[in-house]
């Protein structure tokens, strides 16, 4: 079939992006679902900083790709061997397809599945193949979704059902943005009630670790960021107090607050300098959480000395450590109950047409979550 897609040709074109367009809306093919494949017709999908990673080549990936990989949508047919899904049923696309066979996945760590992680860097479904093409070639498949089309194939385990009357701009959310953020505080963390809490980076993963924090019981939450808008958003969402991060105290800031560092620093920002500033705003004994992304090759200089001395942790999170499968359910019921408000993430409903300039308030800092609405 014939789908309308963004299709990124060359990383790395300067912005503005509504002058320079790196996507092009492209009528591309999309072959049927193979075997344990489905066919989904996309409603919503986010645009994340990890497509603009690949738009600016921080994160390099095969070229063409459709991009696009926090979505929801509605099953539309079967691949041979499906069985537990039927054409109609609501789901949230998954970034990391699991394969349920390799050790990772045998150890109930799903985010760290080798097939999947290596089909994700080639541009592939899990099993390899890519069902996109243009007259000139294959297109790649974006972390196993490519949901920035009118309808995507994707493999069994990159979706996960939820129940129809979820709206599906705020189920796309739990894609990414939620099961990232919020699960780096309860997953990775595993953030105690009554702790104290610091996050760095308020895009749509980091204000979902501010919402994470809340929800898990944190006594202080403080949001560390650039922008004075975010950080007006994160104290209406559930920060106790807010720094900003270009202050040349910021660090300072937070010891004072946190009476010598928090329990927990999440660095959501993706750079080595917010990393060293999350150390040593974490508390003796305490724990450094990221899961911001800095471009491949970026090292860190640790003091072992405190390491070992100060008995700090120093963790990565990915996917924020979730099981799709258990977590995208328990998240929606917590939003539900009021307890996630996630719609608040929420910046803006932009038509696919207008994705170019959608990545522009994504790159300047002045949206959180936009959602293409299909
Ligand atoms: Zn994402
Ligand atoms: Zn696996």
């Known amino acids: 079939m014939q789908v309308r897609a963004a299709v990124l040709r060359h990383m790395n074109v300067a912005p503005p992006y509504a002058q320079s367009k790196p996507i ?38 095969p070229m063409p790709m459709a991009l696009g990989h926090e979505a929801a ?10 069985s537990d899904l039927e054409p109609g049923d609501h ?74 009357d979820l709206p599906f701009v705020e189920a796309a959310l739990f894609g990414c943005a939620v099961l990232t953020g919020v699960g780096a505080v309860v997953n990775t963390a595993q953030l105690r009630a009554g702790s104290t809490a610091v996050v760095i980076g308020l ?11 809340r929800a898990a019981g944190a006594s ?23 720094v ?5 105290d910021a660090v300072e800031q937070v010891r004072r607050l946190t009476g010598g560092g928090a329990d927990y620093v999440f660095e959501m920002a993706g750079s080595i300098r917010a990393l060293e500033n999350a150390m040593q705003m974490t508390k003796r004994g305490g724990m450094t959480v990221t899961a911001g992304l800095p471009p491949p090759g970026s090292a860190l200089a640790v003091n072992v000395v405190q390491l070992v001395g100060e008995e700090r942790t120093l963790k990565g999170s990915y996917i924020g450590t979730c099981v799709p499968l258990r977590d995208i359910p328990r998240f929606i ?14 910046s803006g409903k932009l038509k696919l047409d207008d994705i170019n300039e959608g990545f522009d308030r994504l790159h300047d800092g002045s949206a959180v979550r936009q959602v293409i609405e299909f």
Do not use: W
């Open 203 to 213: 895009g749509g993963v980091g204000l979902a670790s501010v919402l994470g924090a």
């Open 220 to 242: 202080k939450i403080i949001a560390v960021d650039l922008s004075p808008e975010k950080l007006a958003l994160a104290r209406e969402v559930g920060a106790t107090a807010v």
């Open 333 to 346: 019921e917590l939003y539900r109950d009021g307890r996630l408000p996630v719609d608040r993430l929420l």
């Open 24 to 61: 092009a809306i492209e009528t591309i093919e999309l072959a049927p679902p193979g075997p344990g494949e489905v066919l989904v017709r996309i409603r919503a999908a986010g645009l994340c900083h990890s497509d603009l990673s690949v738009i600016n080549g921080d994160r390099p990936r």
């Open 91 to 164: 789901v949230v696309m998954v970034f990391m397809p699991s394969c349920g066979h390799c050790l990772p996945c045998a150890e109930g760590r799903p985010a760290l599945c080798e097939p999947g992680a290596k089909a994700n860097a080639a541009g592939t479904l899990i099993n390899g193949t890519v069902r996109l093409s243009s007259p000139a070639g294959h297109v790649h498949h974006h972390l196993g979704v490519s949901a920035f089309a009118e309808y995507a194939v994707v493999s069994r385990n990159s979706v996960v059902k939820i129940d129809r």
């Open 244 to 248: 900003n991060g270009g202050d040349a």
């Open 73 to 82: 949508g509605v099953v539309e047919t079967l691949g041979e061997g499906v």
